[in-house]
């Protein structure tokens, strides 16, 4: 054995540690080639039987998306008869589901607020968070329009309460233009507990957690005596009479 050889790290109880690689003489490429193949073929789901119009399928969904990263479910049905299967929303929604285990695209079977969707480019539905959930050491504020919904978002930013109009024209600013992607996205974060939705006289906001953190402010020790717990599942109604804050 060479002494490059001797510093390959043993294969210990079935996981790979690691294995240096000779970018000038390429030793090392068929100890980790070896490896990857051996540990590949035993994935399970790597093994099941999957028909060539699954993934075909895939091909044909991003062509027909072009330069969308959302795409509605409705627009998505006319494709699957083009591929011998089932013309109907189950099929399509079972040949999503497998995308989405696949890592192929992002597709929510559950709850039905966000399974009208697919979301073709994973980056994009990030993007859409953290157009709201922001740190201004690395994002910029959007470039509203008005005035109103500048000094909307700068009082966000002190309280963590932001209004429905100025979050949606957060997300336009955004280019997230369309009013169903925007209820998708408002959906999704609700759903996830990155916010919750705040009714008072029939006006709508939604809080954000932890804004202090999310947007650098510096919390002084007093302040860490005092804890809340805020539970994000569900909606704060202002208006009822039985409300425990205490």
Do not use: Y
């Given at each position: 054995r060479s002494e490059f050889q001797s510093q390959i790290t043993p294969i210990m109880n079935g996981k790979l540690c690691f294995i240096p690689i000779d970018n000038k003489t390429g030793e090392g490429i068929e100890t980790l080639r070896?490896?990857?193949?051996?540990?590949?073929?035993?994935?399970?789901?790597?093994k099941d039987?999957?028909?060539?119009?699954?993934?075909?399928?895939?091909?044909?969904?991003m062509e027909f998306a072009g330069d969308r990263k959302?795409?509605?479910l409705d627009d998505a049905k006319d494709l699957i008869a083009d591929f011998g299967l089932k013309d109907d929303e189950a099929t399509l929604r079972s040949l999503l589901s497998f995308l989405n285990e696949r890592g192929l695209v992002n597709y929510f079977a559950d709850p039905d607020s966000l399974s009208s969707f697919i979301v073709l480019d994973p980056q994009h539905l990030v993007?859409?968070?953290t157009t709201v959930i922001r740190d201004e050491n690395f994002h910029d504020d959007p470039e509203f329009k008005t005035f109103e919904a500048g000094a909307a978002w700068d009082e966000y930013k002190e309280t963590g309460q932001i209004t429905r109009d100025c979050m949606i024209e957060a997300w336009k600013c955004a280019g997230f233009g369309d009013e169903r992607i925007i209820k998708f996205l408002t959906e999704f974060m609700i759903q996830n507990m990155l916010m919750a939705r705040v009714k008072r006289k029939d006006q709508i906001s939604y809080i954000i957690p932890k804004p202090k953190h999310l947007f650098g402010m510096k919390v002084e020790p007093e302040e860490r005596m005092l804890q809340c717990i805020a539970d994000f599942s569900g909606e704060f109604d202002m208006d009822r009479k039985d409300n425990d804050f205490n």
């Open positions: 070896t490896c990857i193949n051996n540990t590949v073929t035993k994935i399970e789901f790597l039987l999957v028909p060539m119009a699954n993934l075909t399928f895939h091909d044909a969904l959302f795409l509605h993007d859409g968070v």
